[in-house]
């Protein structure tokens, strides 16, 4: 995998301008290919020679809709560290910004202000992340000895879980799959991300409507009906909180979901092993975690200053690459073997710092209860043949992980 210098200059979203900043070297100007499809049982073994390859910060031109027209990378786990903790160097201003596409001027909340407004948000949205109930998913497919587990568990399963936490009506599933697949699913396809967003931010004021009008005991009630320095949410807060939790709440448990049952299917030692020692899950979750990270994070730079002698200014983005912070020697022994008992194992794939997964505890338990109770019941599963094994390292993840088992083996 080689990452090849590019001479075109980076695309600048709805203008068709194509455009590098004057104080970024030519030299540090990369398009690195690790993010296209393939088909490996270890999908981000792509990115192994990255720091042979790469420069530790080089710029990526790429075209992130709505976001920044080109961005510094960092790869090097300290580097990653730093930008995620260092308050007076860079900001969360705009780390996502898809309703900006539509027109949008909200915020989305808390992912984009920095301290001291942060704070009140977060503290309200805390105490609502508790895991719930599993079982009835895993008995409308038991019987069937074959489930498309990315699909009907690894997908289905959060997002219900995210409806119930919301209060959202169950009914909407498919479109709310569908409005989020646009987003995220093509990030540099800007009319998908439109289409998407136009829906979702519609349909979230309209329920907007119906919960000030009729409150519940749910978390979208409570953002609706809730305070912020004692005084009562506005309507950008409102949506800003609720469009946060739409884009982190229902996409990101169901792409590392896929990803690991695809790699437990593509590995019945590793199935085994995790279904005679139930207790190894907690740390493997969290080893699953590291080596199939799903989200990269992007900060904007508050001051001029150098990282590795390289000059950065204020007004430039910075994205933290976590697949390449995840597989730094220096912090992780044998960064490229999965370990299911690896402890201390402080990965990026949740973030760092002030902004850390807010969802961690629920997507952790989530994923923890989903995999062992699938394992306790389902016998040794693999994939259909013939099934499409390809996968994007990345958001999108598996969207398919077609499986089959003997249903005779089943516990009920
Ligand atoms: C495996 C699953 C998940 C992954 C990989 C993930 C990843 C991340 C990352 C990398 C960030 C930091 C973004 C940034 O700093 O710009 C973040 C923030 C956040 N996540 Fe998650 N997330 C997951 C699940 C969830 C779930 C299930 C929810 C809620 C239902 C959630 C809610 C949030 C919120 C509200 C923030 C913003 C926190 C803040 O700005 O203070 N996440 N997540």
């Not at 977060?122 to 498309?148: V, Y």
């Not at 989200?295 to 994205?319: M, P, Q, T």
């Not at 969207?399 to 003997?406: G, K």
């Amino acid at each position: 995998m080689s990452a090849e210098t590019i001479t075109a200059p980076a695309y600048v979203p709805g203008t068709g301008k194509r455009v590098i900043p004057d104080h970024v070297p030519p030299e540090l100007v990369f398009e690195p290919k690790y993010e296209e499809p393939n088909t490996l049982i270890d999908p981000f073994s792509v990115t192994r020679n990255i720091y042979d390859e790469l420069p530790p910060v080089f710029y990526w031109p790429r075209p992130s809709p709505g976001r920044y027209d080109g961005a510094w990378v960092v790869t090097r786990y300290e580097d990653i560290r730093e930008v995620y903790q260092n308050e007076e160097l860079y900001s969360a201003r705009n780390a996502a910004n898809f309703q900006g596409t539509v027109g949008e001027t909200f915020k989305v909340l808390p992912q984009s202000v920095d301290a001291p407004e942060h704070g009140p948000y977060r503290m309200m949205l805390t105490p609502w992340f508790t895991p719930k109930a599993i079982n009835d998913l895993i008995d409308s497919f038991i019987d069937k000895g074959e489930c498309d587990v990315a699909h009907d568990f690894g997908r289905i399963y959060p997002v219900k879980v995210f409806l119930n936490l919301m209060g959202f009506p169950h009914e909407r599933l498919e479109d709310f799959l569908s409005w989020e697949y646009a987003i995220l699913a093509d990030k540099r396809d800007i009319e998908s991300i439109r289409w998407g967003s136009r829906h979702a931010i519609d349909y979230l004021r309209s329920f907007i409507e119906e919960v000030r009008a009729k409150p519940n005991d749910k978390l979208a009630s409570a953002i609706v009906h809730g305070k912020i320095n004692g005084r009562p949410t506005t309507e950008d807060e409102i949506i800003g909180m609720m469009f946060m939790l739409f884009l982190a709440g229902l996409d990101t448990v169901s792409a590392t979901s896929s990803l690991i049952f695809r790699r437990l299917a593509l590995d019945p030692k590793l199935q085994q092993t995790l279904r005679d020692n139930p207790d190894k899950m907690p740390l493997a979750i969290d080893e699953f975690l590291r080596v199939m990270p799903v989200v990269n994070a992007s900060r904007a730079v508050k001051k001029d200053h150098e990282i590795r002698g390289v000059k950065i200014k204020a007004g430039d983005y910075i994205l933290c690459y976590t697949m390449a912070g995840n597989f730094d020697p220096e912090e992780f022994a044998e960064p490229r073997t999965l370990k299911l008992d690896r402890s201390p194992n402080r990965h990026f794939s949740l973030a760092s710092g002030p902004h850390l997964c807010l969802g961690q505890h629920l997507a952790r338990r989530e994923m923890r209860m989903g995999v062992a109770e699938f394992l306790r019941r389902i016998p040794a599963f693999k994939f259909k043949p013939g099934a499409d094994m390809t996968v994007y390292p990345g958001q999108i993840a598996a969207r398919h992980v077609p499986v089959v088992w003997d249903p005779t083996g089943v516990v009920k």
